[in-house]
C-alpha cells in the first residue's frame, strides 16, 4: 500500500518553510537579525508612518491579530516601540532607530529574494506567484469553509440518495 498523497494544507506548510527557512538563512548570512514574518509590517510602516495596528492590517491584508502577535514579537526585539494613540485602546507602531538603520540592508535583500522568486517562477510551469494571487483572488471570491461545506453536502447527499 502507498502511503497517502500530501493533501493541501500539508504542501504548503512544506513549502512556506523551505521558502521561510531559506529566506531566515539569507538575513542570518547577511547578519540581519530579522525574520520573514517582520517584513509586511516594516513594508506597511514605510508606507504610512507611525500607524495603529488595526491601519498595518488594512494596509498589508494580514488579520489584526496576525499583526498584533508580530508586532509584540518585533517590540520584544526592539525593531518596534508602542506609543498610546487617540483613546486608551489603541496603540501606535512605530520604527525604533535600530530597524531604521537596517533598512538598507534589509532592501538589499528583499531585491536579491524577489529576483530568486523571479528565477524560481521561471522554472515552473506556471509561475507561483500568479498561482498564488489566482488562488487569493478565487478565496476571496467564494471563501474555502464555503466550499468545504459545499462538498461535505454533496459527499452526504451522494451516501444517503
Known sequence: MSPPSPTLGTLLRHL???????VQ??????????????TPILRGLMSLG?????????????????????????TKDDLVELKPGADARERIVALTPKTQAMVPALQRQWAAVNAAAAALDAELSAPLS?????????????PFGQRIMAQAQALSASEHP
Open 16 to 22: 512556506i518553510e523551505l521558502l521561510d527557512g531559506d
Open 130 to 142: 500568479g498561482v498564488i494571487q489566482e488562488a487569493i483572488t478565487a478565496l476571496s471570491q467564494r
Open 25 to 38: 538563512a539569507a538575513y542570518t548570512t547577511a547578519g540581519l537579525a530579522w525574520r520573514p514574518r517582520y
Open 50 to 74: 507611525p500607524a495603529p495596528i488595526k491601519a498595518l492590517a488594512l494596509k498589508i491584508g494580514i488579520s489584526h491579530s496576525a499583526v498584533s502577535q508580530t508586532v509584540s514579537q518585533m
